[in-house]
């Protein structure tokens, strides 16, 4: 059922959309109809939870990261639920008559929709992280709301700087929600929830707090974050109503009172809270008297409003808690109307400057006398649910001592920012709906449709109900609420529409007073006003976006990616060589205290050849022939070292990969220019050489390093099994085809996909042939004594193939290196006797190889499954047949087949391909 | 013995660095092709250094270690997969582009 | 007997291949360099030989035989190369 809860609203999402060419009445009863069987549901639950009981359900998602997916609902979930489904019924009713015909219903239902769904998420989720998640959905959401009217300049830049800084919020609660879950080890509401102490005591608790509040302030508009949502009023009225003032700008003030119990208490808390609630506050009460749009007007108001509602989670009381909540509802109530009701100005004159509108009470009656019971509710008005919020927060803002010696400055404050509020209350009322008939408007003004209004009609009631019988109303919602935001039990309070004369109402009344002095004095502080510089926000956020944080990564990225692998590369070595040499420079001692072996001539002998060869290759590299046979000395050399230090497999690899390649750029070689003038400057060729230099001696003093140190190795255990569970005495063969058979397996099927890459790569290629300058080609294609020589090889050359491969799981050998040599067999054919006299021995698609190559091997892998055993089990046994006599049989030779295919494959895909290609030698180059 | 084992390493794998940083795709493809060759000698060094000890079970012998080997066997025949791939990826270049720097740039404006 | 000449034919083998490299950094020419890359072939089949005999292991004898092979290849390719530029045609 509480899944369903948090699921209707996005499965309705899909419903506008679906619904849009049925027309609007249609689309507007479908999209109402999930979020109003939700709320059905929700009231189905609330026996359950006005006793106290938690509601939750829970599956693991990816439970090693800790995100599951899990939703709770509880007394503060309870709360913002109802305003969520309730206020957005009432949008979506109002929405149906306030969107023109022009403007797409499905889409603006479907995104209505989409967010009221990320909201459910973000109240009822049980999981940090999954709360996150939801949270990003809203800003997205939000976004695209704003930008509805995407034709429209100011919408795109309001809904681009609210995604801006809601999302840049968003990250850092994504951060702190990691921090805490470092701190708690969990991501579960109720263990972070249980885990204050072990929160507000450890060293990163400062770092979580002001993360999360980070996310808090932006997406609740606190100063100085506040700016994004006066230019989000750029979306069309039923978004502002919803999102910015009843519901997504409240998802701050839901996170502070859902980790109220985690992460409060604390003087950090307090002093950041109070202190950003207090600015705000009063910043927005005063800048929202100057607005001459209604709908600035109301949102300065909103983050008067907002403003309070954190300044009250910042007062050390658990009474001020209550107060939050139920402000928080209040004012979900009054503003929504009061947008309604702007809505409906705009809607039906055309125009929503207050300068240009007067005296609408003529025209719309029954709108004016709305607007003025919700105003009067906003500022505060005995009998209206305003009042009794506000006379709490004054209560509680005397009663609190969060700053010490300057704690009076909370009530002062507060009074001086309700002043404001009074007056520009009066505002909103007296200079639309009063006074002369208005000027030329765009429209003539006229009452809207009864449905239209009703939704502000049933907004007004609760706001009076409320004022007037607040305990039987909102009392166990509100207790049940506030009893799960604090999980303690809450001190004795009364909701009483009268509490008697006292500190708080003599303060409001002299607000009152105050309010209308300001309100007469309007005009002059408008002049004041006017005289001060304009600063427009849009403008100073997209200059610094533009200025700063654009053309910075602008140069940054220029800088890096300037368009020079060389450079790319250069840094990369230069990092690579900083972070190894850091690791280095650690060690106690170069040496690791395993005494040396001694050296022999011919290893010196040796070495010094391969010295020799690989600077040669590198100073001669621009001689490319030249450097070519120096690398494959280079190659041989490796090989010697292999046989040197016991690695027979490796050489014999080595060998034939050594002429694979060497062939390889050979073929190659042809087709680029067989020298390459000098591109390098001096400089960068010494630059470049110490570079290399150093990245060679950090991988030379760790290869010492290493050599020095004792070695401890898991091969033991190969060693062990090597014969009983594998079948084979060549331990390395073992290890491939066997022990570590998978791997060997995603191996074949990596030089596979790099034989059919090659293959679509070489596919229609244009190449114009570099001219080989001076040099003078031999006329005979194919020397006899080459092709005769090379007859009897190729039998010989599969007969060794074939012996290195039966024996390769005993001695050195196995299918990579028969496979090798088959294919350097049947290349040398190639090379000897030409492409067509091979071709018309040997089929020349070798797709097939590969492909079966791979099959094998993962066949047999498999084949395992058959037997009840995990993959790449194998069986061995010993077969003894008359001419050979004894041959050892295990299924991983099977194996080894498949690895021998698709190396065969792999190399002639690659080599005779890259034969075939022909430049074109006629053609003009584009060579110099 | 292992000095002069890693001053090979380090002359080869600093001849491979010093290629691979060439402007021309050719080099550079020898400069991976060499420094592969040093990463492989590097690798097998993690068995240490131990002559005539091959892996390869048999009465009373002794054994090096067959691990570092096995990787390093796939890894040559990888390494080859790659070289080549790289080295058919640079042709490509060429005769989209009409030269061989690894820029992609024309011949006029080489100099940076 | 067999204790000092097959050290000794392995000092001289290696020796031979020093100087072999040295041939091929002087050169001059691309045909110097390709004989010397041969020689170096065979000395390397000497030189595993060798050290197979002074080991008394016959682990190595197939990279020998595998050198032999491989090594004629590989001059085959490069011998083409100088030829005809194109090595499969």
């Not at chain 1, 939703?71 to 309730?86: C, E, H, P, S």
């Not at chain 1, 850091?582 to 050296?599: D, F, K, N, R, Y």
């Amino acid at each position: 059922m509480l899944l369903s809860l948090i699921l209707l609203p996005f499965i309705g999402s899909l419903l506008p959309l679906l619904a849009a060419h049925k027309g609007r009445t249609v689309c507007s009863w479908l999209t109402a109809a999930p979020p109003a069987c939700a709320l059905l549901l929700l009231l189905s639950t609330a026996p359950a939870v006005f006793q106290g009981e938690l509601l939750t359900i829970r599956w693991d998602w990816i439970p090693a990261l800790g995100l599951n997916i899990g939703f709770r609902l509880d007394g503060l979930a309870f709360l913002f639920a109802l305003l969520i489904l309730a206020i957005g019924l009432l949008v979506i009713l109002y929405g149906h008559y306030y969107l023109s015909a022009k403007d797409s219903h499905g889409r603006f239902f479907s995104l209505l929709l989409l967010f009221m769904g990320a909201m459910m998420g973000v109240v009822t989720a049980d999981n940090l992280l999954l709360m996150v998640v939801f949270w990003e959905l809203t800003s997205l959401s939000s976004f695209l709301l704003i930008g509805f009217w995407g034709h429209r300049r100011d919408a795109r830049r309001g809904a681009r700087m609210a995604l801006t800084v809601t999302g840049g919020g968003g990250l850092a609660l994504l951060a702190g929600v990691m921090v805490i879950g470092h701190i708690v080890g969990s991501f579960e509401l109720s263990d972070v929830l249980a885990a204050g102490d072990i929160l507000r005591e450890h060293h990163l608790y400062p770092v979580a707090l002001v993360l999360v509040l980070l996310g808090v302030f932006t997406k609740s508009a606190q100063f100085p974050f506040h700016f994004w949502l006066p230019h989000a009023m750029s979306a069309p009225t039923p978004v502002s109503a919803y999102l910015h003032s009843a519901t997504m700008v409240k998802a701050g003030v839901f996170l502070l009172a859902r980790l109220y119990p985690a992460l409060s208490g604390t003087e950090l808390w307090f002093i950041m809270l109070s202190l950003v609630g207090l600015s705000t506050m009063t910043l927005g009460a005063v800048v929202a008297l100057f607005k001459h749009d209604l709908k600035g007007l109301l949102a300065y108001s909103t983050i008067s409003h907002l403003g309070l509602i954190v300044l009250l989670f910042g007062l050390d009381t658990q009474l001020a808690v209550v107060a939050a909540l139920f402000h928080t509802v209040n004012h979900a109530t009054f503003k929504a109307s009061l947008f309604m009701s702007a809505g409906i100005v705009d809607h039906e004159t055309g125009s929503r400057d207050i300068r240009l509108l007067s005296g609408l009470r003529h025209y719309m009656p029954i709108t004016a006398a709305l607007g003025l019971i919700a105003a009067a509710a906003m500022a505060g008005v005995p009998l209206m649910n305003g009042f009794l919020s506000t006379e709490m927060f004054l209560g509680e803002a005397i009663e609190q001592r969060v700053l010490g010696g300057w704690s009076w400055l909370i009530p002062a404050v507060a009074v001086f920012a309700k002043v404001f509020s009074v007056a520009y209350a009066l505002r909103f009322i007296h200079s639309v709906f009063f006074g002369p008939k208005p000027g030329p408007l765009p429209k003539q003004p006229h009452e809207p449709p009864f449905f239209m209004r009703a939704p502000i009609v049933i907004l007004v009631v609760l706001c009076l109900a409320v004022g007037m019988l607040p305990a039987l109303i909102v009392g166990p919602l509100l207790s049940v609420a506030a009893a799960s935001t604090t999980q303690t039990i809450l001190p004795q309070y009364t909701l009483e529409i009268w509490h008697g004369f006292n500190l708080p109402l003599a303060l409001s009344v002299l607000a009152m007073v105050l309010g209308v002095f300001l309100y007469s004095q309007r005009h002059r502080l408008f002049n004041l006003w006017n005289r001060l510089p304009p600063l427009s926000a849009p403008d100073v956020f997209e200059f610094i976006l533009h200025s700063i944080l654009v053309q910075g990564s602008r140069r940054i990225t220029k800088l890096l990616e300037s368009g020079h692998p060389q450079n790319y590369l250069l840094i990369l070595f230069l990092f690579t060589i900083a972070l190894a040499g850091a690791a280095l420079l650690q060690l106690p001692s170069l040496h690791g205290g395993v005494s040396m072996t001694a050296i022999d001539f011919p290893s010196l002998a040796i070495a010094m050849t391969m010295i020799v060869a690989a600077l040669g290759t590198a100073i001669l590299h621009r001689n490319r022939l030249t450097a070519l046979l120096f690398l494959s000395v280079v190659g041989l050399g490796v090989a010697l070292v292999f046989a040197r230090f016991s690695a027979p497999d490796l050489v014999l690899t080595q060998l034939s990969v050594e002429v694979v390649s060497i062939i390889l750029l050979m073929l190659i070689l042809f087709l680029l220019p067989r020298q390459n003038q000098r591109d390098s400057s001096v400089q960068r060729l010494w630059r470049d050489a110490v570079v290399a230099g150093v990245g060679g001696l950090s991988l030379g003093i760790l290869t010492f390093a290493i050599l020095t140190r004792p070695l401890d190795s898991i091969s033991k255990f190969f060693l062990a099994e090597s014969v009983s569970g594998g079948g084979g005495t060549n331990v390395v063969n073992v290890v491939l085809v066997d022990f570590r058979g998978f791997d060997t397996f995603g191996e074949i099927t990596v030089l596979a996909i790099a034989a059919i890459g090659i293959f679509g790569l070489l596919d229609g290629m244009r190449l114009f042939n570099p001219r080989h300058l001076g040099h003078h080609y031999a006329k005979d294609r194919h020397p006899m004594l080459l092709s005769v020589l090379n007859m009897p090889l190729l039998p010989l050359a599969l007969m060794v193939s074939l012996y290195i491969f039966m024996r390769g799981h005993n001695l050195p050998g196995g299918g990579f290196i028969a496979g090798l040599i088959t294919a350097i067999a049947l290349i040398l054919q190639y090379l000897t006797n030409g492409l067509n006299w091979t071709n018309e021995r040997l089929n020349d698609n070798f797709h097939p190889l590969v492909a079966s190559g791979v099959m094998i091997a993962g066949l047999t892998a498999m084949g395992s499954w058959f037997f009840g055993m995990p993959l790449l089990t194998t069986a061995h046994t010993h077969v003894h047949l008359p001419v050979l006599g004894e041959i050892p049989l295990a299924t991983a030779m099977v194996f080894d087949l498949g690895v021998y295919l698709t190396v065969v494959g792999a190399t002639l895909v690659i080599l005779e391909n890259l034969g075939k290609l022909k430049p074109f030698t006629s053609q003009p180059t584009t060579e110099p | 013995m292992e000095l002069l084992y890693a001053t090979v390493v380090a002359i080869l794998a600093g001849s491979g660095l010093y290629l691979i940083l060439r402007a021309r795709s050719f080099p550079v493809v020898m400069g991976l092709l060499m420094f592969s060759y040093a990463v492989n000698l590097f690798l097998v060094a993690m068995g240490r250094l131990h002559t005539g000890k091959p892996a390869i079970i048999a009465e009373g012998a002794q054994y090096t270690d067959p691990l570092p080997q096995a990787l390093v066997l796939t890894a040559i025949v990888i390494g080859f997969a790659m070289i080549s791939f790289i080295t058919v990826l640079a042709l490509r270049a060429r005769s989209e582009l009409g030269n061989d720097h690894v820029d992609a740039r024309s011949d006029e404006d080489q100099q940076p | 007997m067999l204790e000092i000449v097959v050290p000794l034919s392995l000092v001289i083998y290696a020796l031979s291949a020093l100087l072999t490299i040295l041939r091929m950094a002087l050169g001059p020419d691309i045909p110097d360099r390709i004989l010397t890359l041969d020689a170096l072939y065979v000395n390397a089949i000497a030189l595993i030989i060798l050290f197979g005999v002074y080991l008394g292991s016959t682990a190595f004898f197939e990279a020998a035989l595998l050198i032999a092979m491989m090594g004629f290849v590989g001059t085959t390719a490069v011998c083409k190369y100088l030829l005809r530029g194109n090595i499969i045609e």
